[in-house]
């Protein structure tokens, strides 16, 4: 094996065991969302549907003839429970003039 050879080999089984390839949904959200892929975060992965996040936006993604991901937009997230109704006191508050005696 020439010297080259080796080195490319080496540079790459590195890059392998490091982590440093994209895998290939980040690489096919990167165009859509514009982001690089290996700032891409993918999860809630499906076999045609997946996650994308980059930079804190999160992207509803689908594989076709070409990825699709659209930005998930606030009134898509599930929003909180509202807050009780306060409640209502057993006994009747009494106005100032009530308790008042001439």
Known sequence: ????????LTL???CLA???VTNT????SAGPTGCAPEHIVISE??????VATCNGQR???SAGPTA????EQPGNAPSPPSPAPP???DKPIQSPEEGITP
């Open 68 to 71: 699709v991901c659209s930005p």
């Open 25 to 28: 949904r980040q690489q096919l």
């Open 1 to 8: 094996m020439s010297g080259q050879r080796f080195l490319e």
């Open 45 to 50: 992965e499906e076999r045609l549907a997946w």
């Open 18 to 20: 490091a982590g440093c």
């Open 12 to 14: 790459v089984l590195g």
């Open 87 to 89: 409640s209502r006191p």
């Open 59 to 61: 992207f509803r993604c």
